[in-house]
């Protein structure tokens, strides 16, 4: 059964309540910090999925997790005073909110996507802007340059 002290004491964060009756809850260690893997089992890296609990919250299923998933942090938030307890998680921002919850951690590239709206607006309209190669053409003489452009400065001129 749910306790009143697990919060703080298992670091876990109520997700579900019905009047005083608790639901559901997850573990802020998965929702703070990375799941922790043994270096034996590097290969598929950590799980990102935030662990839940739902009643009847077995302790010690709780505590195995946070032994298991969360070696380093659980033995540190141990050790700590209560009052540091309540502070643990006020200060890290949670996990969905990084960066870096989004890359691959173990490989040497980052694949960013993006879209192909982006990349027009990028090329056609910052890196070759037509007034550039209006300039470096004869006004006379606007063969060599795209239609569009040809377009553009025929528009201008007929605005002047
Ligand atoms: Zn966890």
């Known amino acids: 059964m749910w306790q009143r002290s697990y919060p703080r004491k298992y670091g876990l964060e109520v997700t579900e309540q019905e009047g005083a009756c608790v639901k559901a809850a997850r573990c802020r260690f998965c929702k703070y910090y990375d799941r922790q893997v043994p270096l034996s089992n590097r290969k598929r890296g950590p799980r990102k999925t935030d662990q839940f609990y739902t ?8 505590v195995k997790h946070l032994e298991g998933q969360h070696t380093d942090k ?3 938030y141990v050790a700590m005073s209560t009052s540091e ?16 919850h989004y890359m691959d951690m173990e490989g040497d590239e980052i694949n960013l996507v993006v879209s192909t709206k982006i990349v027009d607006v990028i090329i056609d309209e910052m890196l070759f802007r037509p007034e550039d190669e209006l300039d470096a053409a ?13 377009n553009i400065e025929k528009l201008r001129r007929n605005a002047l």
Do not use: C, H, K
Request: proline fraction near 5%; avoid cysteine; charge should be negative.
């Open 85 to 100: 307890q309540d502070m643990f998680f006020n200060l890290v921002q949670p996990r969905a909110n990084t960066m870096y």
């Open 74 to 76: 659980w033995a540190e």
């Open 55 to 62: 009643v009847p919250f077995r302790a010690d299923l709780i």
């Open 138 to 150: 004869n006004d006379d003489d606007l063969a060599g340059i795209s239609d569009r452009n040809r």
